[in-house]
T-cell receptor, first 112, second 114 residues
Framework: DQQVKQNSPSLSVQEGRISILNCDYTNSMFDYFLWYKKYPAEGPTFLISISSIKDKNEDGRFTVFLNKSAKHLSLHIVPSQPGDSAVYFCAAIIQGAQKLVFGQGTRLTINP | NAGVTQTPKFQVLKTGQSMTLQCAQDMNHEYMSWYRQDPGMGLRLIHYSVGAGITDQGEVPNGYNVSRSTTEDFPLRLLSAAPSQTSVYFC?????????????FGAGTRLSVL
């Protein structure tokens, strides 16, 4: 029972273009969502988050959109840079429960 | 500025051996967690703790034990290693404040069980 799903295992984008990573969830009780970035041989690092009371959160080149009715969130990276090449995980939590649920990850490759 | 420190970085075990993966954080966070990462599976929660003396099971707890005697340390024990426990293990510490949830990860321990 995969409660958080990232259906694209990989994504390739040209440098300077927009990268869009998608994530779907099934548990309507989730009320906080996060995106993490992971380089090889390192732990995941926090990128951006969004509360369920919002539908958009922006931080520099990164924007997360939340569509609660569709149980879908997406991460937009604009413009994409070579250093953005990494595995991206979306995660969801019911605040107060302290149990973060992760998607399978999407490997993003930015081509020069 | 250590954050979350995991040791060892690499370990090879034989089936049936036991070992402890160490995790320490210096941020005074109440919450700590252990995850395993397997190809195509994302990160799955093994055990977590909401404070010293309090632990609970996550999604995949079988074969693992934890304890939390101090705020700083959250070791993960494998009592009798099995090949199915070959994985990369991540420890994390976290806190909630002002409607936000922040979690920091260690660099990971790569474990192979032969």
């Amino acid at each position: 029972d995969q409660q958080v799903k990232q259906n694209s295992p990989s994504l390739s984008v040209q440098e300077g273009r927009i990268s869009i990573l998608n994530c779907d969830y099934t548990n309507s009780m989730f009320d906080y969502f996060l995106w993490y970035k992971k380089y090889p041989a390192e732990g995941p690092t926090f990128l951006i988050s969004i509360s369920s009371i919002k539908d958009k959160n922006e931080d520099g080149r990164f924007t997360v959109f939340l569509n609660k009715s569709a149980k879908h969130l997406s991460l937009h990276i604009v413009p994409s840079q070579p250093g953005d090449s990494a595995v991206y995980f979306c995660a969801a939590i019911i605040q107060g429960a302290q149990k973060l649920v992760f998607g399978q990850g999407t490997r993003l490759t930015i081509n020069p | 500025n250590a954050g979350v420190t995991q040791t060892p970085k690499f370990q090879v075990l034989k089936t049936g051996q036991s070992m402890t993966l160490q995790c320490a954080q210096d941020m005074n966070h109440e919450y700590m967690s252990w995850y395993r990462q397997d190809p195509g599976m994302g990160l799955r929660l093994i055990h977590y703790s909401v404070g010293a003396g309090i632990t609970d099971q996550g999604e995949v707890p079988n074969g693992y034990n934890v304890s939390r005697s101090t705020t700083e340390d959250f070791p993960l024990r494998l009592l009798s290693a099995a090949p199915s426990q070959t994985s990369v293990y991540f420890c994390a510490s976290s806190y909630s404040a002002g409607g936000k949830y922040i979690q920091y990860f260690g660099a990971g321990t790569r474990l192979s069980v032969l």
